[in-house]
Structures are given as structure tokens and as C-alpha cells.
């Protein structure tokens, strides 16, 4: 009766900045500065489109056929993209999580895994969310409860728009050395360096109508570890979303598949700890030991 598909939205402001984290999924709806939108949300009476804003664990992408070997027992996973036979994106994507500490300015939610077919172990998530004068942080942390090792990927999908530009007249900027090539399932059959390349945004460059799924790795970083990601006009104005070390990929999507008004609107920016079928090819894969807990902050700020 009147219920929100996204369940309870929880805001957080600092001087300008507002953000609204939602219960389903645990993930970003809206984040804008002095009322300028700058992730392409979602309305409350909205289903999340396109994996808008949502939190990707404990796998980000595809493993193919949903099948993968750990430590020497097989594993399906339910199909969740059934065109592709892939299982997309998690488990996290629709589970509802619970606000355990609360600020003006900052919020921490929280989610169990439960040990199921396919992921039978049981994981505690939690992330904190924080506004301020530097942008928009999030931590999170990934504890394996389970009396045994468990595989872990993480990732993040926001989408962002440069307000009045669009997606063809945006400047890229991706520190990523090689991209994955993809079969006609997304899925990666092998690996290339950009260097020079249709795919080398090593140096910004304007997207104009280059249509973009990919996965970026080989990444040039900062002297801390991390690695940042930009969109910006020619004038400089622009939105950076950066990750600290514990991420060793980024995911760039120009929303072609998307449709309606979502088509090409804005381009999702995703951090992930691990390529898409890491379960699989076990690339960059997280092994939590049981009671291990992981850690990775990203965050994204505006110009």
C-alpha cells in the first residue's frame, strides 16, 4: 500500500552536499551538491535501473554459466542475466539493509549473507556512507563469518552526469594500462593494452560515440595506491570518482543498452576489486580467511 520499491531512504547532508543511501540493496539513490544532481539516480517510486548506485557483492560483473571451482568444489550460482546465462552481479542487489549508526553528515548500514546454493557462506557487510567539503565517501568492509574460506569481489555502480553536457562532448580520463576483451556474453576471452589505441584514455580524451562496456586493469596509480576516474568538460568542470588501493579495476559503461531516456544519459563508473569471472579465472580474487575481515573506500567529488 503505497510502499517504496527502494524501502527506507536514509539522507545525509553537509553545507551543500546531500546524499540519499536506500534500505534495498544498501546502495546510493540521489547525490548532489548545491541542488545540482551528480550520479543519475533514481526516483523513490523507482525499481533501480541498470544497477543505478547499487553495491556489488560479493562477486561485481559475470561469471559465466553461474559455475566456478573453490578450493576444489563446484558451485552453481542462480542465473540472474538468463539472456546471457550468466550470473550478474552479486547477491546483494535487492536485500534489504539496516541502518545500525546515524549522523547528520554520515550513516553505517549493514547486511548478513546468508550461506545459500552457490555462496555457502555467511558474510557480514557493512557500509559507511559520508558527506562533506571534499565529496562523497564510502567504506566498506566484508567479514567472512564462516568457519572456512570464502571467495570476495566487490564493487560499486553509480552513474554520473556533468550537468549540461553530454555523454558524446565528455572528456574521459581511465589510469588503466589494458582493457579486457569481451565475447558477445561479456564475458572476458582475453586481454589488450590501449596504448595509442581506440581504448587509451590514459590521457583525456572526448568520448564522442564510442560505445563502452569495459573493464579497465594495468592501472597507473596514485602514490598512496589509489586510482581515480574522470569526466569533465572542456572548460574543467567535471566529476572525479576515485578508489583507494584495495581496487584494481574500473569498469567504464556508456549506457548503449540502457533504454528510454537512460539511454547514453550518463556513463557508469565502477571500481571493482576483481575483472568480471573472477570466481573463475580466480584474477585479483579476494580469499576473506574466516573471521578476516576486507576493507576498500571510494568516493567521488565534483568540480
Not at 590501449?194 to 564510442?210: Q, W
Not at 592501472?219 to 572542456?234: H, N, P
Request: proline share 6%; glycine share 12%; with cysteine.
Amino acid at each position: 500500500m503505497g510502499a517504496i520499491p527502494s524501502g527506507e531512504q536514509w539522507t545525509i547532508r553537509s553545507g551543500d552536499h546531500e546524499a540519499v543511501v536506500v534500505e534495498v540493496g544498501g546502495g546510493l539513490r540521489a547525490y548532489r551538491v548545491a541542488g545540482v544532481d551528480i550520479v543519475d539516480g533514481y526516483a523513490e517510486g523507482e525499481v533501480a535501473p541498470g544497477g543505478a548506485g547499487q553495491v556489488l557483492a560479493p562477486w561485481p560483473n559475470r561469471v559465466r554459466d553461474g559455475r566456478y571451482v573453490f578450493q576444489g568444489v563446484p558451485h552453481q550460482l542462480a542465473l540472474t542475466e538468463p539472456s546471457r546465462h550468466n550470473a550478474l552481479h552479486g547477491l546483494v542487489n535487492w536485500a534489504r539493509w539496516r541502518l545500525v549508526d546515524a549522523a547528520e553528515d554520515r550513516l553505517t548500514v549493514e547486511y548478513e549473507v546468508p550461506a545459500q546454493p552457490g555462496y555457502p557462506w555467511l558474510l557480514l557487510l557493512r557500509g559507511t556512507w559520508s558527506v562533506g567539503s571534499d565529496g562523497l565517501r564510502v567504506t566498506h568492509e566484508a567479514t567472512n563469518l564462516s568457519s572456512e574460506p570464502c571467495p570476495f569481489g566487490y564493487a560499486a555502480h553509480p552513474y554520473l552526469r556533468v550537468a549540461g553536457t553530454a555523454t558524446n562532448d565528455l572528456l574521459l580520463h581511465v589510469p588503466g594500462r589494458s582493457r579486457l576483451l569481451t565475447d558477445g556474453r561479456l564475458l572476458p576471452i582475453g586481454a589488450a593494452r590501449v596504448a595509442g589505441g581506440d581504448f587509451d584514455y590514459t590521457e583525456a580524451r572526448k568520448i564522442g560515440n564510442a560505445e563502452l562496456d569495459t573493464a579497465f586493469g594495468d592501472l597507473i596509480r596514485a602514490e598512496d595506491g589509489g586510482s581515480s576516474v574522470e569526466l569533465s568538460t572542456v572548460d574543467g568542470n567535471g566529476i572525479c570518482v576515485w578508489a583507494d588501493g584495495a581496487f584494481s579495476w574500473w569498469q567504464v559503461f556508456t549506457a548503449d543498452t540502457l533504454g528510454g531516456d537512460r539511454h547514453r544519459r550518463s556513463v557508469a563508473v565502477e571500481p571493482m576489486t576483481c575483472p568480471p569471472d573472477a570466481f573463475r579465472s580466480g584474477r585479483d580474487l579476494v580469499v576473506l580467511e574466516p573471521g578476516q575481515t576486507w576493507t576498500g573506500t571510494w568516493g567521488i567529488t565534483a568540480r
